[in-house]
């Protein structure tokens, strides 16, 4: 079964989001900080003009949506790549469907750390979908996880080791007021 993917909304959302940004700057300037807005409020008061200076940079902006549609097409390659593998006969249009709705709900559960099981569920889910044998589908989530595991874990252990060895060499503040 064949679907017909899209071209991906990244520009898309880029280019809506530069007049939304704007807007908000308009609505940002009537609303004035009163006397007795609370401090954070007020700290954040140059927040908005950061944000309007990243969607005025036109290049910056264009790199930033190649190198993320290069990242979603590599993970879509990689649910190809694991699916061919593991037997399955499925287009790189269904792996590109299957990667971005997942990552899609990988970012609507940040709040799940790793979005553990959000993640494994919804690929499973699209899988189904898709036709693919459960287990099949599974297999692709745990590929998914092992890739992001042997990536993720040595950058954990180097943070560590780094992190370790600035500690050994400060002193210890309390020990020394013990003194």
């Given amino acids: 079964m064949r679907h017909t993917v899209d071209a991906p909304l990244t520009v898309t959302s880029w280019a809506t989001a530069t007049p939304i940004a704007e807007s908000a700057a308009q609505i940002s300037a009537s609303l004035q900080l009163t006397s007795g807005s609370s401090a954070a409020l007020g700290g954040l008061s140059g927040l908005n003009n950061t944000v309007l200076a990243i969607y005025r940079d036109r290049g910056a902006m264009a790199r930033a949506a190649v190198f993320h549609l290069m990242g979603w097409v590599l993970g879509a390659g ?22 971005s709705i997942g990552q899609a709900v990988r970012t609507a559960a940040f709040l799940v750390p790793g979005a553990l099981g959000i993640q ?51 002193p210890d503040v309390a020990r020394e007021q013990a003194s």
């Fill in 120 to 170: 494994d569920g919804s690929i499973l889910a699209l899988g189904v979908m898709f036709g693919l044998p459960p287990e099949l589908a599974l297999s692709v989530a745990l590929v998914k996880r092992l890739r992001e595991l042997l990536l993720h874990a040595p950058a954990l252990l180097i943070w560590y080791l780094i992190e370790g060895r600035r500690l050994l060499r400060t």
């Fill in 78 to 99: 990689e649910v190809w790549l694991a699916l061919h593998v593991l037997g399955a006969e499925i287009g790189f249009a269904e792996a590109l469907v299957m990667e």
